[in-house]
């Protein structure tokens, strides 16, 4: 018998097909360097964050600690984070919801098998982790905590899974200044979502996440930990955005960036 979450993954899996996001060979391994194809240009700015992901966080950490780290990826999808990190000698578990050969753990079998030693995958809801406390020296949500259903629950397991010291990472994730532009948002979507989704509309937009995040929504969902943003340079189409938007009369855009907080 299907429940709602369950019609849920099968129909975002189907949904992400039409995309075009099922992803395979070469294309799957050169991400988050994709070279040609419909989403190209977005994984232009994933590559952007990504890179500063390398450079605030994994390379002084590797230094620090003279040695490979365990990287814990949350919302790892197709597996391709874990796949760069492991070209670097470090070791990766890849966390998902989705099993799906789209892009969830399912399309990372083909990834994992070319790092035994270094790469595992674990289905699992990234707000209840079946795994030890304090065994990743990293925790990056990717291009996943917008879809939390409950934040403090969901940055406290990453805490948990990092050991005293280890940092807990943000990437893609949908930031907006205020709370109102985010909600803004979210009532777009909402509106739009027969056009977007057809049918199928009605169980991709029922489901309870958080859909995006303020200074403020971080903060009160985990005073214990401080938080730096790490502004990332993204294309110039990319930064032109809220120059676009305010000529459209249209709302603020989100942003990405880099966030992270040292777990203590």
């Known amino acids: 018998m299907s429940t709602p979450a369950a019609d849920f993954l099968s129909e975002y899996a189907r949904h992400r097909a039409t995309e075009g996001r099922g992803l395979t060979g070469e294309a799957l391994r050169a991400l988050p360097y994709l070279q040609g194809g419909p989403l190209a240009r977005q994984w232009t700015v994933r590559a952007r964050t990504f890179e500063a992901l390398l450079r605030a966080v994994v390379k002084p950490m590797a230094a620090e600690r003279r040695g490979p780290l365990h990287i ?5 999808g197709n597996g391709w984070l874990c796949h760069q990190i492991c070209s670097m000698g470090h070791t990766a578990v890849a966390v998902d919801v989705r099993d799906d050969d789209v892009d969830g753990l399912g399309a990372a079998a083909t990834l994992e098998q070319q790092w035994p030693d270094r790469f595992e995958r674990v289905i699992a809801s990234f707000e209840d982790l079946p795994l030890p406390s304090g ?10 905590l917008h879809y939390a259903r409950d934040l403090p629950r969901a940055i406290g397991e990453a805490a948990r899974m990092v050991e005293q010291g280890g940092v807990i990472a943000i990437l893609d994730s949908p930031f907006y200044r205020r709370d109102v532009d985010g909600t803004k948002m979210v009532a777009e979507k909402r509106a739009q979502g027969p056009a977007r989704f057809g049918a199928s509309a009605d169980i991709l937009l029922a489901q309870d996440f958080i859909e995006y995040l303020t200074p403020e929504r ?9 938080w730096r943003r790490h502004r990332v340079f993204y294309p110039l189409w990319y930064e032109l955005r809220p120059v676009m938007a305010r ?4 709302r603020p855009p989100s942003r990405f960036d880099l966030w992270t907080a040292r777990a203590l």
């Open 72 to 76: 814990l990826d949350l919302g790892a």
């Open 135 to 144: 065994l990743f020296d990293l925790a990056v949500f990717n291009a996943a």
């Open 218 to 226: 971080l903060a009160s969902a985990a005073p214990q930990l401080s």
């Open 247 to 250: 000529i459209r009369g249209a």
